[in-house]
């Protein structure tokens, strides 16, 4: 097996139990044939969750949109942009693929994905959505996704969350009310703004923020609750 089929393979494998379609196989073959060598480099890092850093040459950048081609038919990947940057995230990970232009482009594989990327001073929070609570945040992004639409992509309501139990369990739903303890927590030390690639929003305080996830751990022990009862 050649290294573009072992890589072929493993994306996939993150399709889950069910059997790829014709279609997926097809698509998956063009784009790893079109993409240059050291977007398979950098996706290898990806999957295997090493940080890397990779130069891009004007041409190789050239072929970045190839990775919203794997978005569109990889179920776990999401693509968002901001500004001229691009965050591919497979697996619903804490780490991500990073396309930065500018003088030096480059692939980054980095940790931190939702890292402030506004410039702004150091009193700047940027909410980090880690493993356990993004099934959650993607439950409630019905509406559109939030790189287009920001937070009119969600839906924070009953419905969506109370699906999502249902669908995912009550371990996991535990899980996602945990980890949005730990954020209410962390934000209620945040004077300054609150930043989120993953929301694709920016509030004015920790206490904006907050209240949205509020919202959201509100609605998620109401279905708690239900499913118990």
Not at 57 to 63: E, R
Not at 71 to 91: H, I, N, R, Y
Request: glycine content about 6%; hydrophobic content about 45%; charged content about 20%.
């Amino acid at each position: 097996m050649g290294a573009n089929d072992f890589l072929h393979e493993r994306l996939l494998a993150t399709i889950g139990d069910r059997a790829p379609t014709a279609a997926e196989e097809s698509t998956l073959t063009a784009t790893l044939s079109e993409l240059p060598p050291v977007y398979h480099a950098a996706l290898e890092a990806l999957l295997d969750g090493h940080p890397a850093r990779l130069a891009l040459s004007p041409d190789d950048a050239a072929w970045s949109w190839q990775l919203q081609t794997l978005a569109d038919f990889l179920p776990s990947a999401k693509v968002v942009w901001q500004g001229a940057s691009m965050f591919f995230t497979l697996e619903g990970h804490a780490l991500g693929l990073v396309v930065e232009s500018g003088e030096d482009p480059c692939l980054r594989v980095a940790t931190d994905v939702d890292r402030r990327l506004t410039g702004r001073p150091g009193s700047e929070l940027a909410l980090h959505v880690r493993p356990a609570l993004e099934p959650l945040v993607a439950a409630c992004e019905v509406n559109c996704v939030a790189g287009c639409c920001g937070l009119d992509a969600f839906e924070i309501g009953p419905a969506p969350i109370a699906q999502w139990v249902k669908a995912a369990g009550k371990d996991a739903a535990r899980a996602a009310r945990c980890e949005l303890d730990t954020v209410l927590a962390e934000l209620a030390t945040a004077a300054g703004p609150v930043s989120s690639m993953r929301f694709n929003a920016v509030w004015k305080s920790g206490r904006e923020c907050a209240s949205l996830l509020e919202t959201m751990r509100r609605h998620l022990d109401e279905a708690l609750t239900r499913s118990q009862a």
